[in-house]
């Protein structure tokens, strides 16, 4: 896949997949094609997927959803974003999701962008269509890679069981 830097047009299953932790990624701009400003993915997760509490040192991020449901934690807030629901998370404040109802699927954005780097070093190319199978994640290996790109792991994703 390559990026025309005077404008392109992604069809629906073009961009980079890669499987991050027990999600599946679909890069459709970051730095090289937004001269970072802002990285924006497709992404999907299976019911129950939490990422560890973390903090971007660096970016703001937000999830617009377009299927199933994921219980935010940001700071002292706590929401339920379900399809047509955007949510913002700002940068330095701790946060973390759980898909409630899943599967899940929605739009990741970030800026200025950087975060499709984070999931590159951890992630590997998707194989096939789909979700990877569930594994737990490397802590230490989250957790180097996190400091290289401002990413802090606080502690485990919030328990909305």
């Not at 404008?7 to 961009?15: K, M, S």
């Not at 002292?76 to 955007?86: I, R, S, V």
């Not at 737990?136 to 502690?155: S, V």
């Amino acid at each position: 896949m390559s990026f025309d830097p005077s404008g392109y047009l992604l069809g629906p299953d073009d961009g980079p997949d890669l499987w991050f932790l027990d999600t599946r990624m679909s890069v459709k701009a970051g730095a090289d094609q937004t001269g970072g400003a802002f990285t924006l993915i497709e992404w999907s997760a299976p019911a129950g997927f939490g990422p560890p509490l973390h903090v971007h040192d660096r970016e703001d991020e937000a999830f617009y959803i377009l299927d199933g449901e994921i219980t935010i934690d940001c700071g002292d807030h706590h929401w339920t974003a379900g399809p047509g629901d955007f949510a913002f998370l700002p940068r330095k404040i701790p946060h973390a999701f759980v898909v409630t109802g899943g599967p899940v699927r929605g739009l990741q954005l970030t800026t200025p962008s950087g975060f499709e780097q984070f999931i590159a070093d951890i992630g590997r190319p998707a194989e096939r269509p789909g979700l990877p199978v569930p594994s737990p994640p490397d802590i230490p290996r989250l957790i180097e890679a996190g400091n290289r790109h401002g990413h802090r792991i606080l502690g485990p994703p919030p328990d909305h069981g």
